[in-house]
T-cell receptor, first 116, second 115 residues
Framework: GDSVTQMEGPVTLSEEAFLTINCTYT??????LFWYVQYPGEGLQLLLK?????DKGSNKGFEATYRKETTSFHLEKGSVQVSDSAVYFC???????????????FGTGTQLKVEL | GAGVSQSPSNKVTEKGKDVELRCDPI?????LYWYRQRLGQGLEFLIY????????KSGLPSDRFSAERTGESVSTLTIQRTQQEDSAVYLC?????????????FGNGTRLTVT
């Protein structure tokens, strides 16, 4: 079945450092890919997405490019801030499934800690 | 409220007891999902509702797990005869429609601990 693998955390960076969180996937079709973020005390929220190969999703300075040849969707940010401290989840959508649902397959999450 | 609301936020129960977890989706969202996250693992899909019907129950791990939804509103996830392996954070999400272009909005989850 479909699966998502992302790097284990925690990742600890100094403010203004460059961030990469690796994500690779296994899927039978052509899934859409997502990054969700969970800030302390809050629910998961969509950070960015890409729906086809070579698409780049971006939001709040974060970017990820859908690479079909390497089945990857790595999350990057050029200069992190303390406020970016959160848990980041990579996910894929199997597309239209039974009843038209948007069933997502998630990775295990990567905790990011940004220090001054 | 503006977001997805789940209650209780924490629940500790003894092995063998039944528990009910509640989810209030965002008003107007027709699709509702339940996921669970066990320690050190990714989110596992449990069940999907479109309105009050559940076209995809494929993630429910056993017949001890059931869920229902009233109209396009509240959903309850019931776990009967709880086991220690049921300990997890149970997350509810809703979306405006069921398609893959409708982003999911998650609640803060219910942390269930079975002792």
């Amino acid at each position: 079945g479909d699966s998502v693998t992302q790097m284990e955390g925690p990742v600890t960076l100094s403010e203004e450092a460059f961030l990469t969180i690796n994500c690779t996937y296994t899927a039978t079709g052509y899934p859409s890919l997502f990054w969700y973020v969970q800030y302390p005390g809050e629910g998961l929220q969509l950070l960015l997405k890409a729906t086809k190969a070579d698409d780049k999703g971006s939001n709040k300075g974060f970017e990820a490019t859908y690479r079909k040849e390497t089945t990857s969707f790595h999350l990057e940010k050029g200069s992190v801030q303390v406020s970016d401290s959160a848990v980041y989840f990579c996910a894929l959508s199997e597309g239209r499934v039974t009843g038209g649902g948007n069933k997502l397959t998630f990775g295990t999450g990567t905790q990011l800690k940004v220090e001054l | 409220g503006a977001g997805v609301s789940q209650s209780p936020s924490n629940k500790v129960t003894e092995k063998g007891k039944d528990v009910e977890l509640r989810c209030d989706p965002i008003s107007g969202h027709t699709a509702l999902y339940w996921y669970r996250q066990r320690l050190g693992q990714g989110l596992e899909f449990l069940i999907y509702f479109q309105g009050n019907s559940a076209p995809d129950k494929s993630g429910l791990p056993s017949d001890r797990f059931s869920a229902e939804r009233t109209g396009e509103s509240v959903s309850t996830l019931t776990i009967q005869r709880t086991q220690q392996e049921d300990s997890a954070v149970y997350l509810c999400a809703s979306s405006r429609a069921g398609g893959e272009n409708s982003p999911l909005h998650f609640g803060n989850g219910t942390r269930l601990t079975v002792t």
